[in-house]
């Protein structure tokens, strides 16, 4: 069974920081590139970042470029997101997601609020 725990959301002012956390389990984590999306309100959900399976090579949405960094443990089943520089517009529901051939896993997201 496919599960995923999501925890770092919260409360922060600009300028701020988190780090948001997504521990997989139920697949081989080691064989999946992983993503982080956001939702907004009212918005559409939107590609953050990504990290390569072995975790080599990553990509970022240009808004969050230089500000945000995804990381991974495998031997953790675990991808990070690191936020710094927090702007009012990052302010959205954060999510995981599993990628391989054939198959993708979400997860159930995680709440950021960045307000003064």
């Known amino acids: 069974q496919v599960q995923f725990v999501e925890s770092g959301g919260g409360l922060v002012q600009p300028g701020g920081s988190l780090r948001l956390s997504c521990a997989a389990s139920g697949f081989t984590f080691s064989r999946y590139a992983m993503r982080w999306y956001r939702q907004a309100p009212g918005k559409e959900r939107e590609l953050v970042a990504g990290?390569?399976?072995?975790?080599?090579?990553?990509s970022y949405a240009d808004s969050v470029k230089g500000r945000f960094t995804i990381s991974r443990d495998n031997a953790k089943n675990t991808v990070y997101l690191q936020m710094n520089s927090l702007k009012l517009e990052d302010t959205a529901v954060y999510y995981c997601k599993a990628v391989a051939v054939g198959a993708l896993y979400w997860g159930q997201g995680t709440q950021v609020t960045v307000s003064s």
């Open positions: 990290i390569s399976s072995v975790g080599g090579v990553t």
